[in-house]
């Protein structure tokens, strides 16, 4: 089972998801999408929580205040966490976490550190984990049909920008070609580069002596 959450503090707002247990976190990390950006208390246990970036969207983009409901359902989910304050939460691009086959299940570290980001969460705001719940929807998805359902998506995506680029370049090459020979033409037909009957030294091939 998958939990997902809405951060409806901006517009348009941002969708969150966590797996039950640490199974559904070790397919979470498995199967996540490149666009997701994952937080997890730091050095205590915690759920894994995961939101999607918009389209186009950096990590860098991403607003504070939905950066605070992430860290505070995370903190709201972790047994530990949940009763301290002043708490560390990580997050990081989902492209960065690190499986190795000696790992615990649900268990993950990094492939560069520098990627990972930290914040300080003072404490629970129940204001924010309140509004957060009331969004909270219980679904049993393929995570695996999914994602390889995006990344279908986007190779055809990929395939349609290359043939546009193709088709815009041979549309451009046809273009020069068509001009150059309107300037050829062009030329050819200037007044001085033509002749007619007139022209000559005055002698006539068709005179009789």
Not at 123 to 140: A, G, M, S
Request: aromatic share 8%.
């Amino acid at each position: 089972m998958v939990f997902f959450f809405t951060s409806n503090v901006v517009s348009p707002p941002y969708s969150l998801y966590m797996g039950l247990d640490k199974h559904e976190n070790e397919d979470l990390i498995r199967w996540g999408w490149p666009e997701d950006v994952w937080f997890h208390v730091d050095k205590v246990s915690s759920a894994h929580v995961y939101l999607r970036l918009h389209p186009g969207e950096t990590l860098d983009d991403l607003p504070q205040t939905v950066i605070d409901d992430c860290v505070q359902l995370v903190k709201a989910n972790s047994i530990q966490g949940n009763k301290m304050n002043n708490i560390d939460v990580v997050y990081t691009p989902w492209s960065n976490l690190k499986k190795t086959a000696g790992m615990d299940v649900g268990q993950v570290g990094f492939f560069k550190d520098k990627e990972v980001r930290k914040v300080r969460v003072e404490k629970r705001v129940n204001e924010i984990v309140n509004r957060l719940t009331k969004t909270k929807d219980e679904k049993f998805p393929d995570l695996r049909s999914e994602r390889e359902e995006r990344d279908r998506q986007e190779r055809e995506a990929v395939k349609r920008k290359e043939q546009e680029i193709k088709q815009k370049e041979k549309d451009e090459d046809k273009k020069r070609k068509e001009q150059a020979e309107l300037r050829s033409y062009t030329t050819l037909m200037r007044e001085e580069n033509m002749t007619s009957n007139l022209d000559g030294d005055g002698n006539d091939s068709d005179d009789f002596m």
